[in-house]
């Protein structure tokens, strides 16, 4: 398994390049803090190695303990002198600090602070109550402290390898270190290495340890970083990291809309091909209506120019008629004409009720006769004429049949004998009205 560095400033990376041979080692970490977050310890923990964490917060401590459970947490705080002393705690910061003077800059800075009272050991105390192997590492981060820490640390005879002890004012890049460095020298330390805010040195007692402090972190140390860590150059990344993975997230949301998108107008096309087949048909209706519309139209000039040419020719035989009409021939055979149309509905007058026809004959017939007796007194011309009309058989019968009906009922002279000619027959009836007046 890699190494994970959880420090802020790879402080553990450096540690490990120089520890790693060492299996199973422990260490003592003063101001642990967070057991996750900027751990210096968490990634030798999880290495195999175990130690002891010195926390005076109860909040630290308290999740120390949660998390470390088969390790040792001692909520003490670390000075020159065992006793009680008077401890403000930012809460939610990694600057909580037994100084007044801090304190009261934080809190003037907007911070605030809580002061409590907490026990205080040395590190004298520390080591000899519970140190019982051997301390391959020691880290020293009491923000303004450091001092006092190492004031603390008189007898002891305990020397880890290496010491790691913050070596900046907090939150400033002021070095402190000239104000308690010789304390560790008197101890037999040599400084090794400077990260820009702590200090390593190494025990005399290890000095070929110093070959591993030559550099920095780099890539032949084979770490990687845990995916919280709040390594400066890393969160740069993660920030450039969480930018584009909202950027990535907003291009899929803007590619799952526009496939939506997309979808809807691949929908609304097989739409509009539908409407576009649909109406490629309806035209093809519309062309073939204005065929048979044309053919209609013409059919219908065709007629109309028949029609024309009918009225023309009606209006030619209506004028040819009224000049028929208008000549004197035409006016001179009228009474033929009549006499023809009376012959052609002769059938016709057949199926009159005799009643009807009895009653027209009586007051028409007689005047007609006398009338027409005058007329030919006058013209006696025509007499010859008529005379050769009438001769004709069938005109002769039927005037025959209309001069003797015009008798009443009574006056009727019934013929027994339908074999007499027509001469016998006009002498016999003429013979029997003669009688008929003679009674």
């Not at 027409?372 to 013209?379: D, L, N, T």
Request: one cysteine or more.
């Amino acid at each position: 398994m890699g190494f994970v560095s959880y420090a802020q400033n790879l402080e553990d990376v450096i540690l490990w390049r120089a520890l790693q041979h060492i299996p199973n080692g422990f260490y003592v970490d003063i101001g642990a803090q967070d057991p996750i977050e900027d751990s210096v310890s968490l990634g030798f923990y999880e290495q195999g190695w175990r130690g002891m964490h010195v926390e005076p917060s109860s909040h630290w401590s308290q999740k120390l303990r949660e998390h470390r459970p088969e390790e040792t947490i001692i909520q003490v705080a670390i000075g020159d002198r065992p006793g009680l002393i008077s401890f403000y705690e930012i809460p939610e910061t990694g600057l909580s600090t037994g100084l007044y003077a801090l304190a009261s800059e934080y809190s003037e800075q907007g911070f605030r602070v809580n002061e409590v009272v907490v026990p205080c050991v040395t590190l004298d105390d520390l080591f000899q109550t519970q140190m019982t192997r051997e301390v391959h590492w020691l880290k020293i981060d009491v923000e303004g402290m450091e001092r006092e820490v190492l004031q603390g640390w008189r007898e002891s005879s305990v020397r880890p390898w290496i010491v790691v002890v913050e070596s900046t004012k907090p939150l400033t890049q002021t070095p402190t270190h000239t104000e308690w460095e010789s304390l560790l020298i008197d101890k037999g330390y040599t400084f090794a290495y400077f990260d820009g805010l702590n200090r390593f040195y190494i025990s005399n007692q290890h000095l070929d340890l110093r070959r591993h402090f030559l550099y920095g972190p780099s890539i032949w140390d084979d770490f990687v970083f845990d995916v919280n860590s709040t390594y400066k150059a890393l969160t740069n990344i993660k920030s450039t990291v969480r930018s584009l993975e909202g950027r990535v997230a907003d291009l899929r949301e803007l590619v799952e809309k526009t496939t939506n998108e997309n979808a809807y107008l691949s929908s609304q096309l097989d739409e509009l091909r539908n409407v576009q087949s649909e109406a490629v048909k309806l035209e093809v209706k519309v062309h073939e209506m204005d065929l048979s519309f044309e053919q209609e139209r013409r059919q219908n000039e065709l007629l109309t120019t028949q029609v024309r040419e009918l009225e023309a020719l009606n209006h030619q035989l209506r004028s040819e008629i009224d000049a028929i009409y208008s000549t004197r021939s035409w006016r001179w055979t009228l009474p033929l004409r009549k006499i023809n149309v009376f012959i052609s509905g002769r059938v016709q007058m057949r199926r009159i009720s005799f009643k009807n026809l009895k009653i027209f004959l009586r007051r028409f017939g007689q005047s007609g006769a006398v009338v027409i007796k005058k007329y030919f007194a006058r013209h006696e011309r025509f007499k010859g004429f008529v005379k050769r009309i009438i001769n004709i058989w069938p005109i002769r019968r039927l005037v025959y049949d209309i001069w003797f009906r015009l008798a009443d009922d009574s006056n009727r002279i019934e013929i027994a004998d339908n074999n007499m000619s027509e001469t016998a027959r006009l002498i016999y009836l003429r013979l029997a009205k003669w009688t008929n007046s003679q009674k």
